[in-house]
């Protein structure tokens, strides 16, 4: 069980009838749930023995070849939620401000599920010659005396990374707490159950997203989800805010009276008798009441902090590497000497620089989440009912995800000498902080706004590169067979730029102070890292993230504006 954040929005129809409040209700919330199982196992298996077939040949055949592979498997199996929705029915109980409630309906979630498997083989091959050279590794290898008896082995590595994704559909149940602070804004405290029962998930071995097909079949996993949410709610009454509520203009007065503001002072207002449809708070039941204008204007400069949630995508690119086996020969040769092997180096001398490519597909790193922070400042002018400003802000967060990746390829050092080399690669990415500069345009009744907001947007991201080469020497004339490696470790940032938009609904709760509720989401250009050899004997292309992310925040700001003398 793990804890993890979640945010959005919600939109619902809900109608009183006396004390009885009853309706329907859609939400989507952006969430970054993890959980994995991970699994071991080996197996040695016989690959080719003709033993018996030389015993018992009537041709007196006398070459026997033996290969066996001792293959250790790693599994992985990951499944991502990124997000939930649901469509319920709604039923509560309103004492006034105060409506008790529950809700229950049809869940959605969109899962994806990760197969990331490594297969490490060791390869032993004996070969048994009484009157010819052994035919292995090499078309013409050299004589050597009957009787003579050949023994290799060779370490090779395979990943296979595959994905799968689906919409899991089952139910939500629960219960909350909701109070409304006037006849536009309420707050509410919900707790839901969520069960999505059972989901298979197939991985096409043919198909795989990550451009690698390899050895390795994955074949299908089940699935089984169900999540607990805890969730505090903030709603526009948009029967009230648009025309019907506390913020309409009331038809001519017919008295002078003094009322008290909702901010606390008292005031003469004129007021007017006329039928409006909010006598209840819940719903838009006509009743004759007294309505008066709450006077507000949203002219001014602000700053506040903000915190809330962010769910980062990381999208790693294929990049293209290569390990130099001629350069790893050089170095184990003198560990092999210190040891009292013979060693000899191919034709007599040191090998030269010989490259083993390698080719790293682009795997889609999935989402993180993170809990952010920071502050914002800004200035906006109000024209009737349009609010039109700007705004920038800063936020810190810590959102990371990498990728491993590990595979083999060949290579001849010289004409009796091979390589096989295996390449383990892992790239890291983090986002510490982002920031924007945005226009904002808000339609307000009162002390209430809804608002677009949109602009430039910028993160400073830090990257990790990890490589080690792992390198087995085999000779083709029968001699000793040895490994060598080699590790490599480079790091880089970028500052990258982007665009973001999204919407708030905000709140002045009092003449110098709002809460607001806001979601946005960013495009972020492709981070570059470039990488630095370290004077290892592994080179790679320069590696490249491609980002986005989606973040709720509650956001508190101070109306300056309304402070000071006249205010």
């Known amino acids: 069980m793990c804890w993890k954040v979640l945010g959005g929005g919600q939109i619902g129809y809900q109608r009183q009838f006396g004390h009885w409040v009853f309706g329907i ?35 007196g055949d006398d070459f026997s070849t033996r290969i066996t592979a001792d293959t250790d498997f790693f599994g992985k199996r990951e499944a ?41 083989t060791l390869f032993d091959i004996l070969e048994v010659e009484d009157d010819v050279a ?21 370490h090779v590595a395979n990943t296979d990374i595959e994905k799968d994704d689906d919409v899991m559909v089952g139910y939500t149940a629960g219960a909350g707490l909701e109070i409304a602070f006037n006849d536009a804004v309420s707050l509410a405290l919900e707790y839901r159950h969520n069960g999505f029962g059972d989901e298979t998930y197939n991985f096409n071995h043919h198909n795989n997203t990550a451009g690698h097909g390899g050895p390795i079949f994955p074949g299908a996993t089940n ?28 038809s001519p007065a017919k008295n002078n009276v003094a009322v008290k503001s909702p901010f606390g002072e008292e005031q003469t207002t004129q007021v007017a008798y006329t039928k409006a449809k909010d006598a209840d708070k819940w719903s838009g039941k006509d009743k004759e009441i007294t309505k008066v204008e709450e006077p507000f ?3 001014g400069f602000y700053i506040g902090a903000n915190a809330g949630g962010a769910w980062t995508d990381y999208d790693f690119n294929d990049f293209d590497a290569d390990v130099d086996v001629g350069e790893i020969f050089d170095q184990s040769i003198p560990l092999l000497a210190a040891n009292n092997a013979q060693i000899d180096a191919p034709q007599g001398g040191l090998a030269p620089s010989i490259f083993v490519p390698f080719s790293v597909p682009g795997i889609d790193g999935g989402s993180d989440d993170s809990v952010i922070g920071g502050g914002q400042a800004g200035y906006q002018h109000q024209w009737n009912h349009w609010v039109f400003g700007v705004e920038a802000d800063f936020q810190g967060l810590s959102t990371s995800k990498s990728t491993e990746y590990v595979s083999e390829n060949f290579g001849p050092i010289a004409k009796n000498f091979g390589a096989v080399a295996n390449l383990y690669t892992m790239r890291s990415a983090t986002i510490d902080w982002q920031a924007s500069a945005r226009a904002k345009i808000g339609y307000a009744r009162g ?13 400073n991201v830090r990257m990790w590169a990890t490589d080690k080469a792992v390198v087995d020497f085999v000779p083709f004339d029968g001699g000793p ?11 880089d940032e970028d500052t990258v730029c982007g665009w973001t938009a999204g919407g708030g609904a905000e709140w002045a709760f009092t003449k110098i102070a709002s809460i607001a509720m806001e979601y946005r989401h960013t495009e972020f250009d492709s981070a570059d890292a470039h990488y630095d050899p370290h004077h290892s004997a592994i080179s790679a292309e320069p590696y490249s993230v491609d980002l986005s992310n989606d973040q709720v925040t509650v956001r508190l700001n101070l109306l300056l504006g309304h402070v000071g003398p006249g205010h």
Not at 85 to 113: I, N, Q
């Open 25 to 59: 209700e859609g939400d989507f919330d952006r969430t970054s749930i993890r959980d994995s199982a991970k699994f071991r196992d080996s197996a040695l298996t016989t690959v080719f023995d003709n033993t018996p077939d030389v015993i018992n040949s009537p041709n």
């Open 80 to 120: 991502h939620t990124n997000w939930i929705g649901s469509v319920r029915g709604k039923a509560g109980y309103a004492t006034g401000p105060l409506l008790f409630y529950a809700t229950a309906g049809v869940a959605f979630a969109g899962v994806d599920v990760w197969a990331h498997d490594v297969a490490n």
């Open 134 to 154: 052994p035919r292995a590794f090499h078309p013409n290898p050299p004589g050597f005396p009957a009787g003579l008896t050949l023994h290799q082995t060779a």
């Open 223 to 250: 699935l089984s989800f169900d999540s607990d949410q805890l969730t505090v709610r903030m709603n526009v009454l948009l029967n009230h805010f648009f025309g019907n509520g506390a913020y309409a203009s009331v």
């Open 297 to 299: 204007n949203w002219t």
């Open 447 to 459: 002390p209430v706004m809804l608002y677009l907001t949109g602009g430039a947007a910028w993160a």
């Open 481 to 491: 067979n040895f490994n060598g490696r080699s590790e490599n470790n480079s790091n």
